[in-house]
């Protein structure tokens, strides 16, 4: 049961264009929703988050849009920079308890120089 | 400030056989969340300790076992080792057992091979 779901395993991007990654959920009891960068040979690293309360947070390049009802959140980054190419896991949690965090299967975003 | 170590960083093992794999957490956090990265997968939740401590579970087996020490260093032990175990462990830790603003805090994990 894939709770958290990115469709698309690649996306390929023009440097300085904009890149757009997906994800959507089906548990509507994630409340908290986080974004990360993996490099090779590296652990993730957090990205920016956004709580169910906001439906859009920006940090600098990197802005989430979260549409609650669509239970759908997407990751923009503007404009594209080759040292973004990494795999972005979407990830999400629930108020409550422990933190445990689900992640997505990932995409692998290529910026094209 | 020193991040998430792990070691080792790469392990062969045969299947039936028992590894342990090590964590340090960042200073000054006191919980420690062990996932499990399959090839093309997600990282997925193990079990998560906090203040020495199982704080949860994920849907892992029993033979899934952890512990974590008085310096919230942690330790992940797998018994009878089977080749789907096969897989990029992933130690996080982070300040607090509820909900970090910043996620977590990743290692870079320990790839482990069962043949």
């Known amino acids: 049961d894939q709770q958290v779901k990115q469709n698309s395993p690649s996306l390929s991007v023009q440097e300085g264009r904009i890149s757009i990654l997906n994800c959507d959920y089906t548990n509507s009891m994630f409340d908290y929703f986080l974004w990360y960068k993996k490099y090779p040979a590296e652990g993730p690293t957090f990205l920016i988050s956004?709580?169910?309360?906001?439906d859009k947070n920006e940090d600098g390049r990197f802005t989430v849009f979260l549409n609650k009802s669509a239970k759908h959140l997407s990751l923009h980054i503007v404009p594209s920079q080759p040292g973004d190419s990494a795999v972005y896991f979407c990830?999400?949690?629930?108020?409550?308890?422990?933190?445990?965090?689900?992640f997505g299967t990932g995409t692998k975003l290529q910026v094209i120089p | 400030e020193t991040g998430v170590t792990q070691s080792p960083t790469h392990l062969i093992k045969t299947r039936g056989q028992q590894v342990t794999l090590r964590c340090s957490s960042q200073?000054?956090?006191?919980?420690v969340s062990w996932y499990q990265q399959a090839l093309g997968q997600g990282p997925q939740f193990i079990f998560q300790?906090?203040?020495?401590?199982?704080?949860g579970r994920g849907n892992f087996p029993p033979r899934f076992s952890g512990l974590q020490f008085p310096n919230y260093s942690s330790e992940l032990n797998v018994n009878a080792l089977e080749l789907d175990d096969s897989a990029l462990y992933l130690c996080a830790s982070s300040p607090d057992r509820g909900r970090s603003r910043y996620g977590y805090t990743f290692g870079s994990g320990t790839r482990l091979t069962v043949v």
């Open positions: 200073s000054g956090h006191n919980t």
């Open positions: 990830a999400a949690s629930a108020t409550g308890g422990y933190q445990k965090v689900t």
């Open positions: 300790y906090y203040r020495e401590e199982e704080n």
């Open positions: 956004i709580s169910s309360i906001k």
